[in-house]
């Protein structure tokens, strides 16, 4: 998605987010934003995790190693 997007078009987006929001707003929009995106990968890294151990108990240990030294 960000591999089209070009210097000048970045500047330019730069440029509109501070006109809209202002040179005093701008740190705490970047905070919020990286905020969101850390919770939103925790979500979905926890997410992830809740499905992987959901697998290892329907499939029981046997069946797990079993499944293991097949793909290898």
Same mark, same amino acid.
């Given at each position: 998605?960000? /591999?089209?997007? /070009?210097?000048?078009?970045?500047?330019?987006?730069?440029?509109?987010?501070?006109?809209?929001? /202002?040179?005093?707003?701008?740190?705490?929009?970047?905070?919020?934003?990286?905020?969101?995106?850390?919770?939103?990968?925790? @979500?979905?890294?926890?997410?992830? +995790?809740?499905?992987?151990?959901?697998?290892? +108990?329907?499939? /029981?240990?046997?069946?797990?190693?079993?499944?293991?030294?097949? +793909? @290898?």
């Amino acid at each position: 998605m960000f /591999g089209r997007l /070009g210097t000048q078009e970045l500047v330019l987006i730069f440029a509109l987010v501070l006109l809209v929001f /202002g040179p005093k707003k701008l740190p705490e929009i970047g905070r919020s934003l990286g905020k969101g995106l850390r919770e939103f990968k925790q @979500a979905t890294n926890e997410f992830k +995790e809740s499905i992987n151990i959901e697998d290892i +108990e329907e499939k /029981g240990p046997e069946k797990l190693d079993a499944a293991e030294t097949k +793909e @290898a």
